[in-house]
């Protein structure tokens, strides 16, 4: 039996064909572009993706996790530098956790978002930490 050449789409009812499409997969303040194989319609809106059609976008989205754990690790270790704390200083301080920057710079956690903003601010100024001592 041959393939089917279009096919319907199960929630809006668009008509489909199978072809490539570039889609846009975003995590955290990274983004790729992947083209994609799937059932699409002929304008922009929502298409099916079956089975491995899939693939293209799970790998980008593995990719930008691994990559994004990785600045965060350099990110957390490059601000205590800069500001002359130990891991442990720099955990209780600024998270309360004594042990919130091993794990951040070993990739066993992610920081909060306020927590990765002090960090990118208190990487590009150093003496901020006095005040936050001083808090």
Known sequence: MPAPK?????ETGALLSRRKRREVVAYMDLTRVVEV????????GDGVLLGADAAPLDAALAEMKAEYAASVQRLAKQMRKAVGLTQKDASLLLTGSPNSFYKYEHGEAQPSRPTLLLMKLLAR???LIEAIRAA
């Open 125 to 127: 100024e150093p003496k």
């Open 37 to 44: 194989t799937g059932w699409f319609p002929e304008d922009d």
């Open 6 to 10: 279009t096919m319907i789409h199960p």
